[in-house]
């Protein structure tokens, strides 16, 4: 089975939604389930169909979790001394274009990616091409309106 990197941070936002599906979610689905059953006829009662069409999502999502977490190679980055400004996964790097605009990204796993908050695929493009470099190195890009050019201003491990 292959293992998927996932950082901390994203291992432990899995497990509390799994916390949260299980001990909150569920019982609430069943209590409903509970009362559109009370209501009688099941085959006209729509809260009992709504309920356990619910029931199926969160039970659906309880496994892909389950799944995700015991696949998942949690790396933690902020423990790995043998970096020294090189972009490995879970860094966050400080990239300047030629135009003089500064990015910041955290290379993370497929599942915890979100570019609002700065957090880009291991999967991705840009990841992809600033894996294995070091502070000061430029890199060439191929986005969908052509390569840009970006320099490596600072590393972190953070």
Do not use: C, W
């Amino acid at each position: 089975m292959q293992k998927i990197p996932m950082t901390v941070h994203g291992a432990e936002k899995l497990r509390e939604e799994l916390q949260h599906l299980k001990q909150t979610v569920r019982p609430q689905i069943i209590n409903a389930i509970a009362e559109a059953r009370a209501h009688g006829d099941l085959k006209e009662n729509a809260e009992y169909h709504a309920a356990r069409e619910q029931q199926g999502f969160t039970e659906g999502r309880i496994a892909e979790i389950e799944s995700k977490l015991s696949t998942a190679q949690v790396i933690d980055v902020t423990k790995m001394d043998n970096a020294d400004g090189k972009v490995i996964f879970g860094a966050t790097v400080k990239l300047e274009n030629t135009a003089g605009n500064s990015l910041s990204y955290q290379i993370v796993g497929e599942d915890e990616a979100d570019i609002n908050h700065g957090k880009i695929s291991v999967t991705s493009p840009v990841a992809r091409s600033l894996i294995g470099k070091f502070e000061g190195d430029e890199v060439m890009v191929n986005a969908p309106e052509g390569a840009v050019r970006y320099e490596i201003v600072e590393v972190s491990y953070i």
